[in-house]
């Protein structure tokens, strides 16, 4: 129903910046949630940072201050900046949505993910 494609990815230095990019094959303006996660070798999936119902941002504590998450609907795209980067944050990072139609039954989508590496 939403498909969902991340770019951006890649090999920085500490300290680097990156910025991801997450295309949606439609609006995302009925979107209940829109964000990033991240998965690094031999852990589990984190959230980094999500838009929620009432344009409320939420971020792992581990990037606040450091990436900042964005949109533009009109392309269908949200972003996501990454700045101050450490290699604590080499990861996959997956676009993931959420779509409620109602309470009971709702609809997750995720991208393939896109790799950033950063070294020390």
């Known amino acids: 129903q939403v498909q969902l494609v991340e770019s951006g990815g890649g090999l920085v230095q500490a300290g680097g910046s990156l910025r991801l990019s997450c295309a949606a094959s439609?609006?995302?303006?009925?979107?209940?949630?829109l964000g990033w996660y991240r998965r690094a070798p031999g852990n589990q999936r984190e959230l980094v940072a999500e838009?929620?119902?009432?344009?409320?941002?939420n971020y792992a504590d581990s990037v606040k201050g450091r990436f900042s998450i964005s949109r533009d609907d009109d392309k269908n795209t949200m972003y996501l900046q990454m700045n101050s980067l450490k290699p604590e944050d080499t990861a996959v990072y997956f676009c993931?949505?959420?779509?409620?139609?109602?309470?009971?039954?709702?609809?997750?989508?995720w991208g393939p993910g896109t790799q950033v590496t950063v070294s020390s």
């Open positions: 993931h949505a959420v779509l409620a139609v109602v309470v009971e039954r709702s609809y997750e989508f």
């Open positions: 439609r609006s995302i303006r009925r979107l209940d949630k």
């Open positions: 838009f929620t119902s009432g344009s409320i941002t």
